[in-house]
């Protein structure tokens, strides 16, 4: 085997203020959002029309509450229930970590139904061109993930000559497995995504374009995990499977039935919305 690189040791806090400490993770975040929001102005402008542009800013508020308490509650309930049950005041020790994108994504979707519902807006249409830009959070938050050297992947059984040893967990060279997930779930989805939502046709089936990133989601996410170490608490389910790939299971069945039920339906010729 050539000779594996050394994880760097990256300080997760990106600067400190006094007492305010900003983290990586959590300049990820922000910076997700300020790039993702002009483009998302824009795609729901894109024949036919699903909102304004004011209606995406407005959407920003549920969005972050989305992803934040859907991120966490998701992290209590999927990898650690019993440990939060017995230890409840630590849910809220979100500078410890632990989110998980399942629950974030369940966040969003509640958040994107009581929006479009209190807005008369089409729920589909509109999931249709926000999902578009969420791969940029993913491919930034897993960037993060990198540098706080956590999420680490498996042992390398053979040569690759990108192999990595994480000093925290051993001296075994490891798959980098978060620059794995930043590649696939965030840059190649993305292009994906912009792809398909170039496409007149496809905008007009209100549904394919959500189902096309749960779908592409959940095929990167278990793909990767393939690469990556399973929790500790949880190790490997039945048939060997991780807890990630599980949950992509009815991603992935949700995004198939979406795309099908798009094509089920006639083709919209005029806006969702009315200038």
Same mark, same amino acid.
């Given at each position: 085997m050539t000779h594996p690189l050394i994880f760097?040791?990256?300080?997760?806090?990106?600067?400190?203020?006094?007492?305010?400490?900003v983290r990586w993770y959590a300049l990820a975040y922000i910076l997700a959002f300020i790039i993702a929001l002009p483009l998302a102005r824009r795609l729901v402008q894109l024949g036919p029309k699903v909102a304004?542009?004011?209606?995406?800013?407005?959407?920003?508020?549920?969005?972050?509450?989305?992803?934040?308490?859907?991120?966490?509650?998701?992290?209590?309930?999927f990898y650690r229930p019993l440990f939060f049950l017995s230890h409840?005041?630590?849910? *809220? /020790?979100?500078?410890?970590?632990? $989110? !998980?994108?399942?629950?974030?994504? /369940?966040?969003?979707?509640?958040?994107?139904?009581?929006?479009?519902? =209190? %807005?008369g807006l089409n729920f589909l249409a509109f999931a249709d061109r926000i999902v578009v830009v969420v791969p940029i959070g993913l491919a930034l938050g897993r960037c993060a993930n990198f540098i706080n050297g956590e999420l680490w992947g498996r042992p390398v059984a053979s040569a690759v000559p990108w192999a990595m040893i994480f000093p925290a967990v051993g001296p075994e060279p490891r798959h980098p497995s978060e620059l794995y997930e930043a590649l696939t779930e965030?840059?190649? #989805?993305?292009?994906? $995504?912009?792809? /398909?939502? !170039? =496409?007149?046709?496809? =905008? /007009? =089936?209100?549904?394919? #374009? !959500?189902?096309?990133?749960? *779908?592409?989601?959940?095929?990167? %996410?278990?793909?990767?995990?393939?690469?990556?170490?399973?929790?500790?608490?949880?190790? *490997?389910?039945?048939?060997?499977?991780? $807890?990630?790939? +599980? +949950?992509? #299971?009815? $991603?992935a069945l949700a995004g198939i039935g979406l795309m099908a039920h798009a094509f089920s339906r006639p083709a919209r010729q005029t806006d969702w919305i009315a200038e």
């Open positions: 760097p040791g990256l300080d997760p806090v990106a600067f400190q203020i006094g007492p305010l400490v304004t542009k004011v209606a995406v800013d407005d959407f920003l508020a549920y969005a972050v509450l989305g992803v934040l308490l859907g991120g966490r509650l998701g992290y209590v309930l409840p005041l630590e849910i *809220f /020790a979100t500078w410890k970590g632990g $989110m !998980s994108f399942h629950g974030g994504a /369940a966040g969003v979707i509640i958040a994107l139904a009581l929006f479009t519902w =209190r %807005r965030g840059v190649l #989805l993305l292009v994906v $995504m912009l792809l /398909a939502v !170039s =496409r007149p046709a496809l =905008r /007009a =089936r209100a549904g394919f #374009l !959500s189902g096309l990133f749960l *779908f592409g989601y959940a095929c990167a %996410r278990a793909f990767c995990e393939l690469f990556r170490q399973p929790d500790d608490n949880i190790g *490997f389910l039945a048939g060997g499977i991780t $807890m990630g790939q +599980l +949950l992509c #299971l009815p $991603m």
